[in-house]
């Protein structure tokens, strides 16, 4: 089925600045198809002189006219006369016929959409006779603002060229809209928005006075006033911004009206954001607490190391210092993935820039001070929670710590290279090293113990009972030792669920 972009492509004699400016269109037309209570159509010519379906858009104030797909559909070849004489106009054209769509009888009308002097194509606004029967205050407002946005088409001043949206909550038609004159005085107010100035604080009837007196009236002296509040509430430029008063916050975005003759007055969309707000100070506090929480273990995993390190100092016995200064390492480990979660919003974090400065570290560490040991990576770890970075650091580490005590005894320089590849939940890692062979780093496909045997046992236990995978231990085709891990990440796969 044919998409937007692709009969764009059908059409090499648009320009790049073309197409953008049809899918600058598209982007914002859904505002006149909800003031207007009708459907758009964007149609294109093709090669052949027909007409084809571009792009739809339904409003969202009323029931669509079409409950099927159209783009990519070819208009009949008894409309095609008519959109030949629209297309050569410079204004909207009233189709001469009226046409049935399912039950509902339509009138259509053309407005040329025209880029640097050039047609580009029609959009036909669909309009059902049936909404125009019995309309009230809102609805004549709400039709009359969207046929000017509407007109401003053929003449190049919509979509907006200059247009500034920064708002995450962009309001809507639905929402609430204001009619303002080209000196911004209030015409008309939709009942939902005079509900969001209530909520601000506004009591008096908006009809009749300055739009932007209304909104200044309502912000106290230690109020943040965004610099596009002024001209936004004024209507005199296409921009958004938010109004904040009385533990409220009302997103407002201003649609400046134009005619023959220049600004003749402007749309201004309201929506109550106040909740939406309140959610997002919430999960800032929660994050920031998490946050603290992580950077505080860190701290005190980073106590514990010192003390451990300062005891294997005091002690006389090699065996026992040797251990000690194992389990500083260890924590050390742990300290470094809980300082990487310290540093973001929520509980994933960048495992490829903890692992290298971990490993690293770990390499140091592990080496004697006449060696010379280096470390590379080849492909990404990515983002990952920390329920499984923090396991699969000690799994690394006392891989490359093994490498370093057995792989390199004895030599005074050597490299080891890890490689990974991850889709999904699935993790495989491969770590080699140049060392002495595979024969001085393991026993019985496991590492070789030292000590009381805890690396090996932390590497098995993680990688076989917590992720569910396999180690298996092989010379490397050069010399040297070849270990790959095959592992399912748990954590990826429970966070990867809950975006979806």
């Not at 290298?356 to 080496?367: C, F, G, I, P, Y």
Request: hydrophobic residues 35%; proline residues 3%.
């Amino acid at each position: 089925m044919a998409d937007f972009t692709h009969i764009l492509a059908t059409r090499p004699d648009f320009a790049d600045d073309d197409r953008e400016w049809l899918h600058h269109l598209v982007a914002d037309w859904q505002v006149i198809s909800d003031l207007t209570f009708a459907d758009l159509l964007l149609l294109l010519q093709t090669g052949d002189g027909h007409y084809v379906v571009a792009e739809q858009c339904r409003p969202s104030t009323v029931m669509s006219l079409r409950s099927e797909d159209v783009v990519g559909n070819q208009i009949p070849d008894n409309l095609t006369s008519e959109l030949d004489v629209a297309m050569k106009l410079d204004a909207p054209l009233r189709s001469k016929r009226v046409r049935t769509i399912g039950r509902s009888t339509v009138c259509d009308v053309y407005a040329q959409v025209k880029h640097n002097g050039k047609t580009l194509g029609l959009v036909v606004r669909e309009t059902n006779l049936a909404t125009r029967e019995s309309n009230g205050r809102y609805e004549n407002e709400s039709i009359e603002s969207g046929k000017m946005l509407f007109n401003m088409i053929p003449r190049g001043e919509f979509p907006y060229v200059d247009a500034v949206i920064n708002q995450r909550h962009i309001a809507r038609v639905a929402d609430g809209f204001i009619i303002i004159t080209a000196e911004g005085i209030v015409r008309y107010a939709s009942p939902n928005a005079t509900s969001c100035f209530r909520r601000l604080g506004s009591v008096k009837t908006m009809q009749g006075r300055y739009l932007s007196e209304i909104g200044t009236s309502l912000l106290h002296k230690n109020d943040p006033v965004p610099e596009s509040l002024p001209l936004v509430l004024s209507g005199k430029a296409a921009i958004d911004s938010e109004l904040a008063a009385n533990r409220s916050a009302v997103s407002i975005r201003s649609l400046p009206l134009l005619d023959e003759n220049g600004r003749s007055g402007a749309v201004i969309l309201c929506r109550d954001v106040t909740e939406l707000r309140r959610r997002e100070q919430e999960l800032q506090t929660k994050d920031a607490t998490i946050s603290e929480i992580h950077h505080r273990v860190k701290n005190n995993l980073q106590a514990v190391s010192a003390l451990l390190r300062l005891q294997a100092r005091r002690t006389k016995l090699p065996e026992v210092k040797k251990e000690l200064e194992e389990a500083q390492r260890r924590v050390q480990t742990i300290a470094v993935v809980h300082e990487g979660l310290s540093q973001t919003a929520d509980e994933i974090v960048d495992f490829d820039k903890v692992i290298s400065n971990l490993l690293k570290l770990s390499v140091d560490l592990a080496t004697s001070e006449d060696q010379k040991i280096s470390i590379s990576f080849l492909g990404k770890f990515g983002m990952m929670p920390a329920q499984d970075a923090t396991p699969l650091s000690l799994v690394l580490t006392e891989l490359i710590n093994n490498a370093v005590e057995h792989g390199f005894e004895g030599r005074k320089e050597g490299h080891i290279t890890i490689s990974v590849g991850r889709g999904g939940n699935a993790l495989n890692v491969v770590v080699e090293d140049d060392g002495n062979g595979y024969r001085s780093e393991s026993k019985e496909g496991m590492a070789k113990s030292t000590g009381s045997g805890l690396g090996t046992q932390i590497i098995n236990t993680f990688v076989t009972n917590d992720f569910g995978g396999s180690v298996k231990w092989g010379p490397r085709r050069d010399g040297g030792t070849r270990v790959s891990l095959s592992m399912k990440l748990r954590a990826a796969q429970e966070t990867q669920n809950d975006r979806d």
